[in-house]
């Protein structure tokens, strides 16, 4: 089945401490997201990527980092410099940023801080 | 900078009922429009793509339209069941790169 696998679904860290969020796709789709979801704020982008060894910052990226090293993964660094980290993380992605695509996601992983 | 609405943020109605979601959005030079659903815990599902050039999409009991004269799009669900709670959000794409603005979106309650 075609799609975007997250994980883990559930992460608890202790403050100072970096996270890795995993997001892979097997939907062959060149452009990757990360959002993040907060209660009563809606979706916000932190990073994107359009292609292979390149990525952009979205709205929030202070306190995050990203990879792109194969066209299928897009892995999401939370650091010890995001000051309010606990939320729900969404990987999504798209066919290309060429084409005005629909745009998957992936299940999500929350992420408490303890 | 695009911003998108959807009010009211609560809605219920009995079970049967057809019923229609509101987003609204600032900017009409938008490169398409598209719904989603999401389950309590869940990620989003993809409900309809609506691309500029179009007016409506459908699919199964829902129907969602675009007027981007007047920065609107709907979700019409006919005849409501208790399986369609849910929130319902509606994203604009407004560039290129396929950068997506998102309401925050109508949690939807159908009563049996």
């Known amino acids: 089945d075609g799609g975007i696998t997250q994980s883990p679904k559930y992460l608890f860290r202790k403050e100072g401490q970096n996270v890795t969020l995993s997001c892979e796709q097997n939907?062959?789709?060149?452009?990757m997201y990360w959002y993040r979801q907060d209660p009563g704020q809606g979706l916000r982008l932190i990073y994107y990527?359009?292609?292979?060894?390149?990525?952009q910052k979205g709205d929030i990226a202070e306190g995050y980092s990203v990879s792109r090293e194969k066209k299928e993964s897009f892995p999401l660094t939370v650091t010890s410099a995001q000051k309010n980290p606990t939320a729900f993380y969404l990987c999504?992605?798209?066919?290309?940023?060429?084409?005005?695509?629909?745009?998957?996601f992936g299940e999500g992983s929350r992420l408490t801080v303890l | 900078k695009q911003e998108v609405t959807q009010i009211p943020a609560a809605l219920s109605v009995p079970e049967g009922e057809n019923l229609v979601l509101n987003c609204s959005f600032t900017?009409?030079?938008?490169?398409?429009l598209q719904w989603f659903r999401q389950d309590p815990g869940k990620g989003l599902t993809s409900l309809l793509l609506?691309?500029?050039?179009?007016r409506e999409q459908t699919s199964g009991r829902l129907n969602a339209s675009l007027d981007k004269s007047s920065g609107r799009s709907t979700l019409y669900i006919a005849a409501s069941q208790p399986g369609d709670s849910a929130t319902y959000l509606c994203?604009?794409?407004?560039?290129?790169?396929?950068?997506?603005?998102f309401g925050k979106g109508i949690t939807l309650s159908v009563r049996p």
């Open positions: 999504a992605s798209s066919m290309g940023w060429r084409v005005t695509g629909e745009l998957f």
């Open positions: 990527s359009q292609i292979v060894n390149d990525f």
């Open positions: 900017d009409s030079a938008i490169y398409n």
């Open positions: 994203a604009v794409n407004s560039g290129a790169n396929s950068k997506l603005t």
């Open positions: 609506i691309q500029s050039s179009q």
């Open positions: 939907l062959n789709h060149d452009a």
